[in-house]
């Protein structure tokens, strides 16, 4: 399998997984890309990588365990983070790459698909 | 009448109430403003009714900045000026740009909002922008839009219009003047000098000359010069040399405070999926007039952030023209040319290997005229471009040099910079817009400040919109001419034209020009001509 197939494999499972989680996060970052099946998914899979990276570097909290804890506390379920990120933005929680401003839950969510990628 | 002064006796006097120095368009909506009151107006155009290569070349520059563009290719010199080309961009100023604000240093004009607006009424008619208003409501219903920022408290949507096709002055209003009794236009007639009376502060002739090395002159008992944002300081500049800066510059202020539009594309909007912006963000027609959407910043966040004002609008752009890659490629590139390694080097060759084939695309049209990938050219989202309100600095400026033009006239030489805290003041803003809570159910903002070098020096673009050097003031120590456009230290000697605004505002000035060129006109009509 090449490494293309294995990302592609890798991150299809992982949106069909979590769609009803994350699509309005995902369509957020790569808006055209990532739910055309005749695209290529690579972009929007590398910002996620992009993400999972930035996240590493800059917060001591893992993606998963920052997830689930903020979801707590705002108190929705993980199906929820549209609404999650529409409480950080009036929360002032923001997570940066790259120059994109993202809300940091949906970031956190992010960065869990993409550290699946950067396996 | 119109008249050539190729084609008049040597040394010929004309007398006239009133003479116009220029006719763009200022000068020609001045002149239509007052041939009802039925004195005898000369407007002297240096130009003729087409445009000639020779007379152009009067606007070259001897030196500009290499980021600024020498003014010779951004304005027309014969009858209607500037409206030969411009692209009929309208919106009135915000009643904010009007006001002293402390954060913004020599700002606040000796007049408000309130007391130029009804004059633009009547400059909106004469761009032919006044059909529906600028009010974003009544459009948004007449489109069936939704407004992006209905949610937010800082931003807001506001309309600007052109009109399709973009009215050329002359052309519009030409007819009028040149079939009234009691105007005369001279043509290929430039002005080289004035005739001033140091005692008196009275000008009593403006001197003229044309390419046959001819001079004529012009007595009048009112002289009003509309040659433009950068002529009008240069000529008043010229005549001061002779009169000592008796005209207006006592105070050293003549061409200083020189102002663009600067303009960057430094954000993009990348919306959810199947979420486009509405048509009237990306620019639509109705009836004759082109309507563009955009965002604006309210007043009280331009006061709690103390930011200058700013116009962003959205355009629509396809993958290739967002690519990360394609900057990141630009970036390496240039550096290597300066035999440097830029910062985040590793970031860039990401960037450049994520974006491999936008990087290949661009090649390939680039050196074969042809297009590969299929998916550039898909819709990537919007490119967020910033028209800025530049902070007046009196160390931009206009200013004569030593070279001359064929007529004998010293060319002009230009400073100009954006500041870094216009330039941080443009950041805040644009990162305000990132997180405004009604971006987040539409899609996300990137801001591109990992180009910021590229952004502010080779990206930057202008509005071409040259103003603020011969500046409007209540007080001779810090400006031109006085709030009724008189230049101090004269009795009858005015100027109009985006030269007498303070400051810049964020959107194109033509509107505004004219609005301040009828609220002189009236008040010409009301005091000195009856």
């Given amino acids: 399998m090449t490494n293309l197939t294995r990302r592609k494999f890798c991150s299809l499972l992982l949106l069909t997984i979590a769609a009803p989680i994350g699509s309005s996060s995902a369509d957020a970052i790569a808006p055209n890309s990532i739910r055309n099946s005749s695209n290529e998914p690579s972009s929007a899979l590398n910002e996620c990588e992009s993400v999972y990276k930035e996240w590493i570097k800059n917060e001591k909290m893992s993606p998963a365990q920052y997830f689930f804890q903020k979801i707590q506390e705002y108190q929705l379920n993980p199906q929820q983070t549209s609404e999650a990120t529409t409480l950080d933005f009036e929360h002032n929680n923001f997570f940066e790459v790259n120059g994109l401003k993202l809300g940091k839950t949906e970031a956190s969510f992010l960065a869990i698909i993409g550290s699946n990628i950067a396996m | 009448m119109i008249i050539d002064a190729n084609n008049i006796e040597s040394k010929s006097i004309f007398k006239a109430d009133i003479c116009i120095l220029g006719g763009g368009i200022a000068g020609i909506v001045l002149a239509?403003?007052?041939?009802?009151t039925n004195k005898n107006i000369i407007l002297l155009e240096s130009g003729s009714e087409q445009y000639d290569d020779k007379t152009q070349g009067l606007y070259e520059a001897e030196s500009t900045?290499?980021?600024?563009?020498?003014p010779r290719a951004s304005r027309l010199r014969f009858l209607g000026g500037s409206s030969n080309h411009w692209e009929n961009s309208t919106e009135r100023f915000s009643p904010i740009d009007f006001k002293k604000r402390d954060w913004i240093?020599?700002?606040?004009?000796?007049?408000?909002?309130?007391?130029?607006?009804?004059?633009?009424t009547k400059a909106e008619e004469y761009a032919k922008v006044d059909?529906?208003?600028?009010?974003?409501e009544f459009w948004k219903e007449k489109f069936n839009s939704t407004d992006i920022f209905s949610k937010s408290t800082l931003f807001s949507s506001t309309v600007s219009?052109?009109?399709?096709y973009p009215t050329q002055f002359y052309r519009?209003?030409?007819?009028?003047l040149a079939r009234a009794k009691n105007i005369k236009i001279i043509t290929n007639a430039n002005v080289v000098n004035l005739k001033y009376n140091t005692e008196t502060q009275v000008v009593n002739s403006a001197i003229f000359r044309t390419f046959k090395d001819e001079q004529h002159q012009v007595d009048a008992n009112t002289f009003i010069m509309c040659f433009g944002g950068i002529e009008n300081a240069r000529m008043l500049l010229t005549f001061n040399e002779k009169y000592k800066n008796k005209l207006g510059n006592e105070y050293d202020n003549v061409g200083r405070y020189f102002m663009e539009h600067p303009t960057v594309r430094a954000a993009h909007f990348l919306p959810l999926q199947e979420n486009k912006l509405d048509k009237i963000y990306e620019g639509t027609i109705d009836d004759e007039l082109y309507i563009t959407a955009r965002a604006s910043l309210s007043e009280a966040a331009q006061m709690a952030h103390r930011t200058n004002n700013l116009r962003m609008y959205f355009t629509k752009r396809s993958k290739i023209e967002?690519?990360?890659?394609?900057?990141s490629s630009h970036i390496i590139s240039n550096s290597i040319k300066n035999s440097e390694t830029p910062e985040e080097f590793g970031g860039h060759l990401?960037?450049?290997i994520k974006d491999i084939d936008h990087i290949a695309e661009a090649f390939l049209r680039k050196e074969l005229d042809t297009s590969f990938f299929d998916s550039t050219h898909e819709f990537g989202g919007y490119q967020i471009i910033s028209m800025i309100e530049q902070t007046p600095d009196r160390n931009n400026r206009v200013q004569l040099g030593k070279e001359k033009d064929s007529l004998g006239i010293k060319k002009v030489k230009i400073d100009f910079r954006v500041t870094e805290t216009d330039k941080e003041k443009t950041w805040t803003t644009l990162e305000l817009l990132a997180k405004d809570p009604s971006i987040q159910s539409i899609g996300r903002v990137r801001l591109l400040k990992d180009r910021d070098s590229r952004i502010w020096t080779s990206q930057l673009g202008f509005g071409q919109h040259h103003m603020g050097t011969t500046k409007m003031s209540d007080n001779v120590k810090s400006g031109v001419v006085d709030p009724s456009l008189k230049v101090f230290g004269t009795k009858n000697f005015y100027i109009s034209g985006s030269s007498v605004f303070p400051t810049g505002g964020h959107v194109p000035p033509t509107l505004t020009i004219i609005a301040v060129t009828i609220r002189l006109a009236h008040t010409l009509k009301s005091t000195i001509l009856t």
Avoid at chain 2, 172 to 176: C, F, H, K, L, V
């Fill in chain 2, 105 to 120: 240093s020599d700002s606040g004009w000796p007049l408000t909002y309130g007391e130029l607006e009804p004059y633009y």
């Fill in chain 2, 322 to 327: 967002l690519s990360a890659g394609i900057s």
């Fill in chain 2, 172 to 176: 519009e209003y030409g007819d009028n």
């Fill in chain 2, 350 to 352: 990401l960037n450049i």
């Fill in chain 2, 32 to 36: 239509n403003e007052l041939l009802s």
């Fill in chain 2, 161 to 164: 219009k052109s009109s399709l």
């Fill in chain 2, 65 to 70: 900045p290499s980021i600024f563009p020498n």
């Fill in chain 2, 131 to 136: 059909k529906g208003g600028y009010q974003f």
